[in-house]
């Protein structure tokens, strides 16, 4: 098994040493692996910058006033909201005997 293993390193070593011996083929070798290097790196500073945007998502700082008075301003918005709607559905169930004496008249 070692025996395999040594003669196809060998054979790898040797094939690349024929590709390599030529100056065109270890030019484009060269821009190949340039162009492969910028786009990971490219990839990489994309990942940063979207990692540091969701920094606070989920447990703000509690002395960041700012924004922890968003987080209380949008919480009171939905419980507002919320009531409005209970008070509509209150107001629909007692509306309708209003409506049977209007029609007796």
């Known amino acids: 098994m070692a025996k395999n293993k040594s003669l196809l390193l060998a054979g790898l070593a040797a094939g690349a040493y024929a590709y390599f011996r030529k100056k065109e083929n270890r030019d484009k070798a060269m821009e190949a692996f340039n162009n492969t290097k910028n786009k990971v790196n490219s990839f990489m500073e994309a990942q940063k910058q979207q990692d540091t945007s969701n920094e606070n998502t989920g447990n703000p700082n509690p002395y960041h006033e700012e924004d922890n008075r968003m987080v209380d301003e949008g919480a ?12 509509v559905k209150d107001d629909i169930k007692t509306t309708p005997d209003n409506d049977a004496k209007v029609g007796e008249k």
Do not use: F
């Open 76 to 87: 009171m918005t939905s419980v507002q909201y919320y009531n409005e709607e209970e008070q």
